[in-house]
């Protein structure tokens, strides 16, 4: 039985809605346009008249005193109208989004290769690449630290280590029947949108400015310029209608771009654009953060857990950007689904001479999930049991668990772990038990090719872990022959919220979608907005768009009652009409006598999101409003003469809440899951020794292509509503898919471990490309050779 919502129950709604509604699979509201090319994105718009464009000149030293920037043979080149520099900047020279430290050009000093210098306005970009090249530049190159192990051994870091502890770890350490001790490198990620970053500034009376900027954070882009400038947030205006992709890496960064532009056109009063190709898009910008994280566990002879101690240092790279909060991510999600009763957890954020890593989708939660995931691994095979099982007996407990274990390692007690119930229906659906025993049987009887399995869950927390960024704000109107204006703080990158919100709307005004304009994302419209990350995107915008109808609801019915003299509580919205007293009438008829009656229909949304807190200090709260699981079982086969694998197959159970569109959903899924698996395999920085960063196109960095999706892929929504008053009961589904990835790296270490009979572990390092696959299999090979050999963890 479906808990009420509201007076009505869940499967009410879902019988009840409009065939656009919470609920139908509607398509992408930009599907069509996205397939014809007719989809309008920031390079797209027509270019005004006297359009400057905008090219960066970059630092090619990791960390340098600047002694010399003669830029007088730039200026003169022709076609030139404009060259920037930090000094020529009126306001601050900074787009930190949290902490300062970001300059928008290197003043004096430089912190990595591809740090911005200067840029250079021209009427063609060609010219502005010729003309910067002209630069006349003198460095003192200064010791430069590149990797989390140079940065530890000098102890850099951009901001202070934290730690949370609950229990006595060392001592349970210690006494411990079993004890593991490793480490495991995670590898970062670089966004890889389709549409790099772009801005386009115009400028209007008074000084003021409209950007065009392919962002999720618009309000940051307004708020950078205003400061860049020195002028009020009132005078910068950004406006986005869709993004060609963001992943996290278009939240903070994109106010570098939009910055250098809104400062070229204040200059010169003429419009400009920044659009960067791809390599210097990959270049200047952040990834995903690289970790390292050591770990001490604990275990008795059944792989229950009794304590353990984490050690997670990632590469913030030279500032903090969003660092603080994404690695107080990672810490939250080092438990993933396993009660922790005896836990250390230490973060070190680590200042390097490289580029500022910023946010990636899962925002520092998958890299502590990746080493529990790996923990879990070694311990089945250090006491001989299948992986499954003892993630079974480490998960969390029920809400009334009398055992108390339900409380994660910042003391937030999960009351809603259905995770026992997905793994039960996967087993079952995915033939776990059956084809463990079939793999198992191949490895014995082939020498060469191999075969790994591996069934690895999803606790996801949803909420921004900064308190104050879960809020949102709509704008609504109605016109008078019943169309609807929605507005929102939201962006969309592809993701589908823009469909999801005014399938909302739709719901609530029993109407169908198509009567619901759906505009661009403008800070004009909506003030202060929160970046669209932290998978909030559908919780915040949806509920303030719905806030914003019920508003209007509310007047519509209020006038509806003395108009026809009726009781208000008898008043139905429904998709034939609105059903007053014994009447029905249409929903333009009622939008038109309102209008003329002169009731208001307009109004704005608000929400913010109840029951979440957390005491930085104690590291103790309830930072997440709820928590969003998922399971997949990954199927690989790995040659081990040459490195190379395939993965034959993956079932996944998601779970969605009450799903708004499950066939958006859906994709959400696979997707977010192809990018994980490329993120856990093919995906790889390299930076040498002198921080230059050598995989910066396709040809050197490989994203997962057609042919490594899994042959077979089962997906399956778990659609049971949310047991906390989200959205229509919905849950987030924009960033938990990406950790189902883990089961793909997962198995290729399982597989790689059948050469030893699943005795020892082979200590892959992420990203598992190839190289690393095939070194593991002739290192367990060696030692097999070797039995007296310990195994080591360094």
Known sequence: MHEPIHGITVNQIRADHVNSGVGASVKHDSAIKHVSGEALYTDDLSEPRDLLHIYIAQSTQAHAKILRLDLDAVKAYPGVMAVIQASDVPG????????????????????????????VAAEHIDIARKAAALAQIEYEPLPALITVRDALASDSFVLPSKTFRRGEPEAHLAQAK??????????????YYLESNIALALSGEDGDLKIFSSTQHPTEIQHCCARVLGVPDHAINVEVRRMGGGFGG?????????????????????????????????????????????????????????????????????????????????????????YL??????????????????????FGGPQGMVAIERVIDEIAYQVGKDPLDVRKINFYGPADDPAGRNVTPYFMTVTDNILPEIISELETT??????????????????????????????????????HLNQAGALMHI??????????????????????????????????????????????????????????????????????????????????????????????????????GDKLIAFNALIQKAYFARISLSTTGFYSTPKIHFNAESGKGHPFFYFAYGAAVSEVTVDTL??????????????????????????????????????????????DECGVLRTHAPSTYKIPACGDRPRIMNIQLRCDPNREESVYRSKAVGEPPLMLGISVFNALNDAVASLADYGRHPQIDAPATPERVLMACAKLRERECKPDQALTHA
């Not at 020279?93 to 911005?116: K, M, R, T, W």
């Not at 079993?178 to 966004?191: A, F, N, S, V, W």
């Not at 507005?487 to 969309?492: A, P, S």
């Not at 005014?502 to 003030?527: C, L, W």
């Open 178 to 191: 079993h004890r593991l001790q490793g480490e495991i490198k995670i590898g970062g990620q670089d966004h």
């Open 479 to 580: 016109y008078s022959d019943g169309s609807i204006h929605l507005n929102h703080g939201g962006t969309e990158m592809g993701q589908g919220l823009f469909t999801k919100v005014a399938q909302i709307v739709a719901e609530e005004f029993q109407v169908e979608i198509d009567r619901i304009k759906i505009t661009a994302t403008t800070t004009d419209k909506v003030p202060n907005t929160s970046p669209t990350a932290a998978s909030s995107g559908c919780d915040l915008n949806g509920q303030a768009a719905r806030n914003a109808a019920l508003i209007l609801k509310g007047r519509l019915t209020e006038f509806a009652a003395e108009h026809y003299s009726v009781d208000a509580a008898t008043i139905r919205f429904t998709a034939e009409g609105v059903i007053v």
């Open 642 to 687: 040459t490195g190379e694998y395939k993965v034959d197959r993956v079932d996944i159970v998601h779970d969605c809440g009450a799903s708004i569109n499950p066939a958006i959903d859906t994709g959400q899924v696979e997707g977010g899951f192809i990018q994980g698996m490329g993120w856990l395999t093919t995906e790889e920085l390299v930076y």
């Open 92 to 119: 601050k020279n900074d787009f930190g989004a949290v902490i300062e430290g970001d300059p928008i050009f290197a003043d004096g000093l430089v912190e990595y290769v591809g740090q911005s210098l200067f840029a």
């Open 341 to 362: 009763e005896h836990v250390s957890i230490v973060s070190h954020r680590c200042k390097t001479h490289t580029v500022s890593n910023t946010a990636f989708r899962g």
């Open 430 to 467: 995915a033939d776990y038990t059956a084809r463990r025993a079939q793999i198992m049987q191949f490895n014995r009887e082939n020498t060469y090719l191999k075969k790994g399995l591996s069934l690895t869950p999803v606790k996801f927390g949803i909420s921004f872990t900064a308190t």
């Open 250 to 338: 278009k939240e903070s960064q994109p106010a570098l771009f939009a910055s250098i532009a809104a400062l070229v056109t204040h200059h010169t009063g003429r419009p400009s654009k920044l659009r960067l190709d791809r390599d210097d898009d990959m270049t200047i910008t952040g990834k995903r953060h690289d970790y390292l994280i050591r770990y001490d566990v604990g275990f008795d002879g059944q792989g229950r857990i009794q304590a353990i101690a984490f050690e997670a240092a990632s590469r913030c790279g030279m500032s903090a950007d969003l660092s603080g909060s994404i690695n107080d991510r990672t810490m939250f999600h080092l438990d993933n689904a396993y």
